[in-house]
């Protein structure tokens, strides 16, 4: 990584489990674009501890966008760099391989067995700098592009009008908007749209204020049966935690996650997963409203887990649903995997939006707009 990025960012040591902490860093790498690399702790270390940094170390791969396994030419393919490599493979992460310290020449072996995988390997010298350039040139080329997947762009276009409902209430940030409105706000002024944002109370008023009607609202998933009662239903509708999603996460596979809440039992377990850390308020959405919420609708004795970073529990294969937030603080990547890993233990999952408006009544009112997402719904309606 020092010579990758041309700082001493990383302490270097010939004694396994220097690096304890991922060392992330910012950088350019044209002609790709920005990129955020992280050197993890290596996984040949040892001992209790050693097996913290290695689980932490898998688990930063699983949401990476592409992964770098570097290799000692001295050495054979160990059992942990196969397990990597079979990782990668599990999760779909594209990866390079670069063996280090060519300058002492390369192990036989090791070129014959990335060879009979079908891995294709770089060589560089750290020592000399040597590759390192070719290596930067590789990575830029083959590391992935984003997901041009739209939030709001593809469901209006230039001149709609779109209406956004956020409600000022004790779960709004003081002073800002949370970050899904601001990014649909974004996302409609370049599609040169026009942009109408009232609260909920204010939402007939606006309606009424209009020459034509929008083409589309968006609104907070918790005012969503007031919003439905005051939208005709020629308006196409839908909430800020359905559009994050489709953007982050698989709208379809939340949907298909809908069949497990009517199919809960008294005593199954629930895992209400947040992706940020917060300080939570009286009357919390995560908490507890989503808690109560399903109590009441499902009339079971549940156990209800939370959980809050960018981890599922090691015993997620206990949990019969996974209720996930809208993910807005991670990357696509990110809630890709958890998707991945949840569909790996079998455990179906829906995030906030989804569950909240299919609770209150609003599916398939609020999916309208996705006909992927209805195709889903139209196959599991009878589910209730």
Same mark, same amino acid.
């Given at each position: 990584?020092?010579?990758?990025?041309?700082?001493?960012?990383?302490?270097?040591?010939?004694?396994?489990?220097?690096?304890?902490?991922?060392?992330?860093?910012?950088?350019?790498?044209?002609?790709?674009?920005?990129?955020?690399?992280?050197?993890?702790?290596?996984?040949?270390?040892?001992?209790?501890?050693?097996?913290?940094?290695?689980?932490?170390?898998?688990?930063?791969?699983?949401?990476?966008?592409?992964?770098?396994?570097? #290799?000692?030419?001295?050495?054979?393919?160990?059992?942990? !760099?196969?397990?990597?490599? *079979?990782?990668?493979? /599990?999760? $779909? %992460? =594209?990866?390079?391989?670069?063996?280090?310290?060519?300058?002492?020449?390369?192990?036989?072996?090791?070129?014959?067995?990335?060879?009979?995988?079908?891995?294709?390997?770089?060589?560089?010298?750290? #020592?000399?700098?040597?590759?390192?350039?070719?290596?930067? !040139?590789?990575?830029?080329? *083959?590391?992935?592009? /984003?997901? $041009? %997947? =739209?939030?709001?762009?593809?469901?209006?276009?230039?001149?709609?009008?779109?209406?956004?409902?956020?409600?000022?209430?004790?779960?709004?940030?003081?002073?800002?908007?949370?970050?899904?409105?601001?990014?649909?706000?974004?996302?409609?002024?370049?599609?040169?749209?026009?942009?109408?944002?009232?609260?909920?109370?204010?939402?007939?008023?606006?309606?009424?204020?209009?020459?034509?009607?929008?083409?589309?609202?968006?609104?907070?998933?918790?005012?969503?049966?007031?919003?439905?009662?005051?939208?005709?239903?020629?308006?196409?509708?839908?909430?800020?935690?359905?559009?994050?999603?489709?953007?982050?996460?698989?709208?379809?596979?939340?949907?298909?996650?809908?069949?497990?809440?009517?199919?809960?039992?008294?005593?199954?377990?629930?895992?209400?997963?947040?992706?940020?850390?917060?300080?939570?308020?009286?009357?919390?959405?995560?908490?507890?409203?989503?808690?109560?919420?399903?109590?009441?609708?499902?009339?079971?004795?549940?156990?209800?887990?939370?959980?809050?970073?960018?981890?599922?529990?090691?015993?997620?294969?206990?949990?019969?649903?996974?209720?996930?937030?809208?993910?807005?603080?991670?990357?696509?990547?990110?809630?890709?995997?958890?998707?991945?890993?949840?569909?790996?233990?079998?455990?179906?999952?829906?995030?906030?939006?989804?569950?909240?408006?299919?609770?209150?009544?609003?599916?398939?009112?609020?999916?309208?707009?996705?006909?992927?997402?209805?195709?889903?719904?139209?196959?599991?309606?009878?589910?209730?």
């Amino acid at each position: 990584m020092n010579r990758f990025v041309g700082q001493d960012l990383v302490i270097v040591s010939d004694i396994p489990g220097t690096t304890t902490d991922p060392v992330r860093k910012a950088m350019e790498l044209l002609p790709f674009g920005p990129v955020v690399l992280i050197d993890t702790a290596g996984i040949d270390d040892i001992g209790e501890l050693g097996e913290k940094r290695i689980s932490k170390t898998v688990k930063i791969i699983s949401e990476a966008d592409f992964a770098v396994l570097v #290799l000692d030419s001295q050495n054979k393919l160990s059992d942990y !760099e196969r397990n990597l490599i *079979e990782h990668f493979d /599990k999760f $779909e %992460i =594209p990866y390079a391989v670069v063996i280090n310290k060519s300058d002492l020449g390369v192990n036989y072996e090791l070129i014959e067995e990335l060879n009979n995988l079908k891995i294709k390997f770089h060589t560089v010298s750290c #020592l000399k700098d040597e590759g390192i350039y070719e290596l930067k !040139e590789k990575l830029a080329r *083959e590391i992935p592009g /984003k997901d $041009e %997947i =739209p939030l709001v762009g593809d469901l209006i276009k230039q001149h709609d009008i779109i209406v956004l409902v956020v409600p000022i209430d004790l779960g709004a940030p003081k002073g800002r908007l949370i970050m899904p409105q601001v990014q649909t706000i974004r996302e409609s002024l370049d599609e040169d749209a026009i942009v109408v944002v009232a609260k909920d109370k204010e939402l007939r008023a606006a309606l009424a204020s209009l020459s034509r009607p929008p083409k589309l609202v968006v609104t907070d998933s918790q005012a969503i049966m007031r919003v439905v009662a005051d939208v005709p239903d020629e308006i196409p509708l839908t909430t800020f935690s359905i559009l994050m999603a489709r953007y982050k996460g698989d709208l379809t596979e939340y949907v298909k996650g809908l069949r497990r809440i009517e199919e809960l039992k008294n005593g199954d377990k629930v895992l209400i997963a947040e992706a940020c850390t917060h300080h939570a308020q009286e009357d919390d959405i995560g908490r507890v409203k989503i808690p109560r919420w399903l109590r009441l609708h499902t009339k079971k004795n549940l156990e209800i887990d939370i959980v809050s970073g960018h981890d599922f529990p090691d015993n997620l294969g206990d949990y019969k649903l996974i209720i996930h937030c809208g993910g807005c603080t991670l990357t696509r990547k990110m809630m890709q995997t958890r998707i991945k890993q949840a569909k790996y233990m079998d455990v179906p999952i829906v995030n906030y939006g989804v569950a909240i408006s299919y609770m209150h009544g609003a599916v398939p009112r609020a999916l309208e707009p996705f006909p992927e997402a209805i195709a889903e719904w139209e196959k599991i309606s009878g589910l209730s």
